[in-house]
């Protein structure tokens, strides 16, 4: 199935393939899985398999773009609760990725829509722990990335998860009605080894604290979650609170609440989702046919 994440809205926020594959004897080959994800064609394609222990509830799951297998990718365990929640009826999921990240995800009382699904996840907190706007070229490349003056790029810091984050004056309007950003253009002008670029400012607009913009490998991410591993503590710092709302002002756009739990290291993210699409693979397109055939999706 497709679930569209952040939203509660169909056709809006990030869609996101999600295999079930506990009906199989055992996982796909990478090779097939990348072969679906690159067919799927999203940000981001889920695979999931119960994992052989007393609790029916814990997960393995792997994310892939359509280029390489990812080790954490945050609206996709929101696609993968909302998924196991509608076929499986659970209402609370742990799951293991393969790079070692262990997350949770909490179905909630839904006030949104019908038809969506809220969910409650637990990701570690991964605040900024390197400045690089004093770098001798990196706010100046940056700037001239997105056509903005150099001043008007506040500060510039990377995590762990070598995430850049780019804080804009709160002045700027970047969202995608109003400003055009080249994917490309930030990629290269970024320090070797970088994930994401996100750009993001305080939003005095609505009832959101601050906005967010996502790209990476060269694309826009219209709609993510794990970079609020590192946005949560960045503007808990900056704002002197640890309640936020965030909305990513992309085409699609997204939008969650957060809770920062610095004594614990993590970060609670609230958000919706919503199935859009479902299915099966028909068509074997590897050299063991029964990897794929009907595959849910």
Known sequence: MVIDTMTATAFTGNPTPVFILDHLEGWLTVECMQLLAREMGHSETVFLRRLQTPDPSTYAVRWFTPYAEEPFCGHGVLAAAVA?????????????????????????????????????????????????????TVKRDFARALGIREEEVVAIGRNSLMDIVIELNPRIDFSAANMAIDPVKLLKASPARTRSQVVTGAWGRGTFDFAKRVFAYGSEDQATGSTYCVLAPYWATRLGKKNLRAVQTSARRGQVDLVLKEKEGLVEVCADGIKTVEGHILNPIIAKPTNLTQAKL
């Open 84 to 136: 196991l929640h509608q076929t499986h009826g659970l209402s609370s999921v742990r799951f293991e990725a393969f790079s070692g990240v262990k997350t949770s995800a909490v179905i909630a009382p839904s006030t949104s829509r019908a038809g969506a699904t809220t969910v409650i996840m637990t990701f570690p907190s991964e605040p900024v722990d390197q400045t690089l706007d004093g770098a001798e």
